[in-house]
């Protein structure tokens, strides 16, 4: 398996972490936007202090800049990497479009596709001209013609789709060079590769053309006690994610949850949640819901995680490492990645 991480914030620390991550010879960093810091900023940064890592916007929100700007930051990331950079892009979720960027969140499944198609034209150096039904460029009735980019052709830019929900899935499967997903039970993984695996075959294609990374905190413990008590602040945090990410009506990781065999719980959770009671929504996760979706433990469990993991068809593990400061979160990617090349 290939190793990653990803990163958010432009500051110092920032930069520290991944230069000295790429000198423990991790493999690629994706650099998160939410509602933080904008991925494009901190890539540029991180491209002139690397040499050798990858780079990858984990994820671009499609919908907040034209289809043209993602292009344009896309092709110019790759120049100044020397070819390191991949494009990442997500669809995001409701409260962030709508309630901080004010942007509609329609037809996510569509602006993402049609948000590629118009990359991957602007990538291969043709006129750009898009008639779809969240994209026309040029604009109808406008005086523009379509144009091309003064940037170089770069038709090998990878694209990565950051998916969950089943269309999105066969849209990536279908149409990107690589999946980056989240919330992933490799016992149950089923809900995610069916979709994938559907997509990949209408485009004539098999797993060995998608790269799948999957992402994962992992923490260390030295026993079963430390280890229970590192469950119980990761428990508040899955809360959080059930019943408090995205809308009342649109949440992914709920639905994902649920979809891995955990659908009863992961409702009374976000109905907790939602009526104000998070002290008991956090109750009602379970050791098992945590442990599934993350690399924690000691470290002969985390060892036996990373190779189901890896038997389950993940090709690049994406790793959260735990630490209050620089230094324990360098340690323990470090102690990370000398498991994964143990198990090969």
């Not at 026309?136 to 940037?151: F, K, N, Q, T």
């Not at 969950?164 to 997903?181: F, I, K, N, Q, V």
């Not at 959080?240 to 659908?263: P, V």
Request: proline share 5%; with cysteine.
């Amino acid at each position: 398996m290939r190793t990653a991480t990803t990163v958010e914030g432009g500051g110092r620390e920032t930069l520290d972490f991944v230069v000295e991550a790429e000198k423990l010879g991790l493999d690629v960093c994706w650099v998160a936007e939410a509602w933080g810091s904008d991925a494009v900023s901190v890539l540029g940064f991180l491209a002139a202090r690397t040499e050798r890592i990858l780079l990858g916007s984990g994820v671009i929100q499609v919908g907040i800049r034209t289809p043209v700007a993602v292009a344009q930051a896309a092709l110019t990331l790759a120049e100044l990497s020397g070819g390191r950079f991949l494009l990442g892009l997500g669809p995001s979720g409701p409260q962030v479009m709508e309630g901080l960027h004010g942007v509609a969140f329609a037809r996510p499944l569509t602006r993402l596709r049609e948000t590629v198609d118009v990359v991957r034209q602007a990538f291969a150096g043709e006129r750009i001209a898009f008639d779809g039904r969240t994209v026309a460029i040029p604009l109808p009735d406008g005086e523009g013609r379509p144009m091309r980019l003064s940037l170089p052709p770069n038709p090998d830019v990878p694209i990565y789709l950051a998916a969950m929900s089943p269309r999105l899935l066969e849209l990536t499967g279908e149409t990107a060079d690589g999946w980056l997903g989240t919330s992933f039970v490799p016992e149950g993984a089923g809900a995610y590769f069916g979709p994938l695996d559907a997509g990949l075959a209408r485009a004539g294609r098999t797993r060995a053309d998608l790269d799948v990374c999957q992402g994962a905190e992992v923490a260390f413990a030295r026993d079963e006690d430390e280890l229970a008590a590192m469950l119980q602040p990761r428990k508040a945090g899955l809360a959080f994610s059930l019943g408090g990410m995205g809308s009342a009506t649109t949440n992914f990781y709920h639905d994902a949850y649920g979809r891995q065999g955990w659908a009863e719980t992961a409702a009374a959770v976000r109905e907790r949640w939602q009526a104000g009671d998070r002290t008991g929504a956090a109750a009602l996760v379970t050791d098992d819901m945590v442990l599934a979706t993350t690399l924690i433990g000691t470290e002969q469990m985390v060892r036996e995680r990373l190779g189901v993991w890896r038997d389950a068809g993940v090709d690049t593990v994406r790793l959260y490492p735990a630490g209050e400061d620089l230094h324990a979160r360098l340690a323990t990617l470090g102690r990370a990645l000398e498991l994964v090349r143990e198990i090969g």
